[in-house]
């Protein structure tokens, strides 16, 4: 856990936005996990999600105020949240300043065609490689035509950790793009779904307010966000631990 949050990006999001804007601009590569701490559990427990995380080619950003919070917990100064539909948001905006093809995969049909409206009507300037909907498809087969529409941003909302395993398996096929696992985004993007109340935003209850909206989403906050600090709790014990234990170098 602890070694997800020190390599979890700790600037602003109008930094990360930046940076990412660099990366479009050059044509450059990049792959970016937007993290809370559901998706920490989940790599936890799956090797496979956990090589993802690991690979020092994958970029974190820390998507809830729960990632946050463990990264100040072990003393990494953070300056906010950036979140996943926010830089989803960045990267149509860019895409169509820069004139760059884009490619989305994932969601429901009508939230797809909901959200390429969106686009036409919004973003002008972006192209549309390719789209398809989160149902019936073969990704591996999806993923193939993909490369070969040479995209400059790749959005996948197939959520956690399907998306980000889909795209790693894949990311040595593309020469160039941004490439991020989505999830819900396209919901709200495409206007088929409200985000939060900017005062929930403000105040980073995002969280909060879903499980106003959803009750039954409780469980899944208990099996994420309260196991998650357990789990870091401990292992800073140990870290602790470690370090009393070690033996100590004498003086020169």
Sequence with gaps: ??????????????????????????????????????????????????????????????????????????????????????????????????????????ARPEVSDALADVIARDYPGAVIAGRLDGYGHDSDEVFEKMASDDPDVVLVALGIPVQEL???????????????????????????KKRAPAFFVKLNLEWLYRIVCEPKRIRRFYQSNVKFFSVLRKEKKLEKKKARNAPKTPDA
């Design 166 to 192: 889909l795209i790693h398996r894949h990311l040595g096929k593309f020469s160039k793009g941004v490439f991020v696992g989505v999830g819900g985004s396209f919901d709200v993007l495409s206007g088929t």
């Design 1 to 106: 856990m602890i070694s997800y949050l020190k390599k979890t990006f700790s600037g602003s999001a109008e930094e990360f936005h930046a940076l990412v804007s660099g990366v479009l601009e050059d044509s450059g590569k990049m792959f970016v996990v937007t993290a809370n701490p559901e998706t920490f559990m989940k790599a936890e427990s799956d090797a496979g999600f956990d090589k993802v995380l690991s690979d020092p080619e994958t970029v974190i950003i820390p998507d809830g105020i729960g990632v946050i919070k463990g990264m100040n917990g072990i003393g990494i100064e953070t300056h906010g949240r950036v979140t996943g539909v926010e830089l989803a948001e960045h990267l149509l905006k860019e895409a169509s300043r820069l004139k760059k093809r884009l490619w989305l995969y994932g």
